[in-house]
């Protein structure tokens, strides 16, 4: 697949096309645009980077004149992960809440509406979706961005949601192989490993993995996990047997392989990043993601010697970087190509994005465009009991457990806001481990009780302080907006599969009777 042509030059302009990194601000450093010039391919954003649609179009228009090939690269899962709408809540519910819809051309037309919007503000790869099958109802940091438990739902909508987002011009890219869903352990904070049989992973974790790949996506993410059946030393992110054997040889995928952030406890703990990145690309990785923590220049070139230094050093072949820096331009040239099949539309991706989410009109079909994220939210909405439209304004109590990293905690949730601006006077606060139902219940006074939960079944403290308050005050309402799991409780109970703004709203509009 390469042509090596030996030199310093070309070596370093190959280590540095493998890393896709992230920066601080909502403009692109000089540095960032110094190392473009110099050879890097990819660039990954986070919530810091953005602040609006327009800004997000100006910085991509940036760094395409650097490179008008540049792949910029966005952690965009919707639901509860998003970084296009960090401050606000997304304007699409997550994978939970359309697999328990269960309509693929949904799910197709979801991932095509976000996938507009990305192209739209100039981002063309996407860290998504998540293909793990969430077997474990505990798990801490799959949960909700997963599609269910059922390897057979998983596999239909991570094709579906493939399928969706390339349509409109971005990149996927599936993850986390070889699946993280069967883990009790965050990967951002130590090693999670999977000891099931050979048999389970095959039919369970890869079965996503094969949907996604016989759909296209054009890149699939490592996971930083240990799987003992299929290497019982490294994580799959370092995994010769795992990342060429299974992923390249047996699956047949030939897009890019990218890496779970480097600087993942994981990995950094144990290996240290700058050998991390050296096994990864030695095992079959293509491209390095760091960013999501270390975000800056001395970390792009601590890496970027790193592999240049192993490739002299004969630890890492010179044909298996170039291979990867080949793969990398390969999908950056893709991009391109997408971006001139896309039609008029793709002029937005010069710098004129829309605004991002406006979409609260009251459509009634896939292909509803900028409504497509509400109807879905609906859509998804279980509700066990009956409501009765709420009339006056309560109290609502939202139970904030910790977020993991893959969330973060800047982003709202929850029903306050949408609640508040359909009945006007709504009253609300947030409470934690530390508080009581009788807090709770002193605080709300005579008003009706909206009490807001996320993966309760998890949380022993927010369980308990729930029973509390519903033994004081049966007619209060129940809004799970985590994994569905617990036995319903409330008058009623309310299931949102998810806690983007949408969700919310879409409670709200049950809540009261308003809306569609």
Known sequence: M??????????????????????????????????????LTSVGLFGR??????????????????????????DEEGGDVTRLEVHEGSSFPGNYALGSVDDVDLTRAVARELGSRLAA????????????????????????????????LVSRHTAAYVEGLQSA????????????????????????????????LHARELAPFRSAITAGSKSVMSAHILLSALDPDRPATLSPQILTGLLREELGFDGLIVTDGIEMQAIASTYGIERGSVLAIAAGVDAICVGG????????LRLRDALVDAVRGGELPEERLADAAA??????????RARGASGPGAAAQEGTAPGIG????????????????????????????????????????SFEPVANIAVGDETPWGVAAELAELLPGTRSDTYGAEDGAA?????????????????????????????????????TVVVEMGVNHAEPTGSPHIATYGAARVCGRAAAEALTGRGA
């Open 49 to 74: 980077n953005i602040s609006s649609p327009a800004q997000l179009a100006a910085l991509t228009a940036q760094l395409r004149a650097e490179r008008e090939d540049v792949l910029v690269a966005i």
């Open 2 to 39: 390469t042509t090596l042509t030996h030199g310093s030059d070309t070596l370093t302009r190959d280590a540095l096309a493998v890393l896709q990194p992230g920066f601080h601000g909502t403009t692109a450093p000089d540095w960032l645009l110094r190392r473009i010039g110099e050879g």
């Open 358 to 397: 406006s979409g609260t009109g009251t459509g009634s079909g896939p292909g509803a465009g900028a409504d497509i994220g509400l109807i879905a939210a609906r859509r998804a909405l279980r509700v066990t009991g009956t409501i009765e439209p709420l009339q006056e304004a309560p109290y609502v109590a």
């Open 121 to 152: 503000c100039g981002v063309n790869l996407n860290w998504a979706p998540s293909a793990d099958v969430n077997s474990d109802v505990n798990n801490p940091v799959i949960g909700v961005r997963s599609f269910g438990a059922d390897p057979a």
């Open 439 to 475: 807090e709770v219940l002193a605080a709300a006074g005579e008003r009706r009780i909206v009490a807001v939960v996320r993966d309760v079944h998890r949380h022993a403290w927010m369980a308990t302080v729930l029973q509390g308050i519903l033994a004081a005050r049966p007619d």
């Open 327 to 336: 793969r990398v331009r390969a999908l950056a040239d893709w991009t391109l």
């Open 293 to 300: 923590g270390l975000a800056d220049e001395g970390t792009v």
């Open 169 to 200: 011009g971005v990149a996927a890219c599936t993850k986390h192989f070889p699946g993280h869903g069967d883990t009790a352990v965050d990967s951002h904070l130590a090693m999670p490993r999977i000891d099931v049989d050979f048999d389970t």
